[in-house]
Antibody
């Protein structure tokens, strides 16, 4: 069955970068697009960005432009989200979510989430 | 960017009650709308896509309707296991914006 397994929790200092991985199993990564979503403590869901896993094209939220980079390694069936210049407001659970389409679409499978804590 | 406005932000209802949540898009999105359920401490779960199509395995007491800018999500008979926060999301193009969420509790 489809499974998305994310890397473990991270603690980072302000100004540092974090890279979260999302390994897909049960299907071939490049068949469906992948999005990243975050959720700050006690808050709602916030869209971070989108990856065309076939050609590597990306779309990012204006809020994170210049700070986020979403990539993939098709040989490892894994997607990655890197966020740089971290600040305390970036403390959140980050989710990868499979798009039920090659391009844009709804999210039919989610990773378990990765807690990123930014603290001095 | 298209904004998604969801209401109410929270509600409390009795077991067996009919519960309705609305989601409004600032511009038309055809039927490119999904609804997710997130139970406390859990990962969001897809309930409905294409505004009204029930995801496989989701109980039939959940339903959705609407097109264009106005959408409705309904639980026909609220059950204790439905305590959760519900989010709408538009997905026709980037950004895939979510509504603010509706927290549903049992009275």
């Amino acid at each position: 069955q489809v499974q998305l397994v994310q890397s473990g929790a991270e603690v980072k200092k302000p100004g540092a970068s974090v890279k979260v991985s999302c390994k897909a199993s049960g299907y071939t990564l490049r068949t469906y697009a992948m999005d990243w979503v975050r959720q700050a403590p006690g808050q709602g869901l916030e869209w971070v960005g989108w990856l065309n896993t076939g050609n590597g094209n990306t779309e990012y939220s204006q809020k994170f432009q210049g700070r986020v980079n979403i990539t993939r390694d098709t040989s490892a069936n894994t997607a990655y989200m890197e966020l740089s210049s971290l600040r305390s407001e970036d403390t959140a659970v980050y989710y990868c979510a499979r798009v039920r389409a090659y391009s844009f679409g709804y999210f039919d499978s989610w990773g378990q989430g990765t807690l990123v804590t930014v603290s001095s | 960017d298209i904004q998604m406005t969801q209401s109410p932000s929270s509600l409390s209802a009795s077991v067996g009650d009919r519960v309705t949540i609305t989601c409004r898009a600032s511009q038309g999105i055809n039927n490119y709308l999904a609804w997710y359920q997130q139970k406390p401490g859990k990962v969001p779960k897809l309930l409905i896509y294409a505004a009204s199509t029930l995801q496989s395995g989701v109980p039939s007491r959940f339903s959705g309707s609407g097109s264009g800018t106005d959408f409705t999500f309904t639980i026909s008979s609220l059950q204790p296991e439905d305590v959760a926060t519900y989010f709408c999301q538009k997905y026709n193009s980037a950004p895939a914006t979510f509504g603010q969420g509706t927290k549903v509790e049992i009275k």
